[in-house]
């Protein structure tokens, strides 16, 4: 299994981040990689479909959701990369009133490929 993870620091409250990234149909809005988004269902269980700049599309299932602890984390279901059993994790942190940070990570096997 391979993970992933990184964080930024952004300059905006972490209610203002939470509202953009727990927006499960908005990942083409701050994601140059997704050229669009649509979304079946809603909540837990929604499945959302990414199409790439080449056309190919991804397509990942809301796994979790928690307000709370501003927290999030979605599975891809099919798609052109060469994983399996990937999960990613993301979730905002409150750093002061005007600056918050995105915690995200994810985990996967390499499918038909090593894992280097």
Do not use: H
Request: with cysteine; net charge negative; hydrophobic share 40%.
């Amino acid at each position: 299994m391979t993970t992933v993870s990184m964080s930024i620091k952004i300059n905006t409250s972490a209610e203002k981040l939470w509202a953009l990234v727990s927006d499960f149909n908005g990942l083409s809005k701050f994601v140059a990689a997704v050229t669009k988004s649509t979304i079946e269902g809603s909540g837990v269980g929604a499945l959302r479909t990414l199409t790439l700049p080449d056309g190919a599309q991804v397509v990942e299932k809301l796994e979790s959701l928690d307000k709370q602890t501003r927290s999030l984390s979605y599975s891809i279901v099919s798609g052109p990369m060469p994983v399996e059993n990937y999960v990613s994790f993301m979730k905002v942190l409150e750093i002061s009133e005007n600056q918050s940070e995105l915690e995200c990570s994810s985990n996967f096997g390499p499918k038909g490929i090593p894992e280097a």
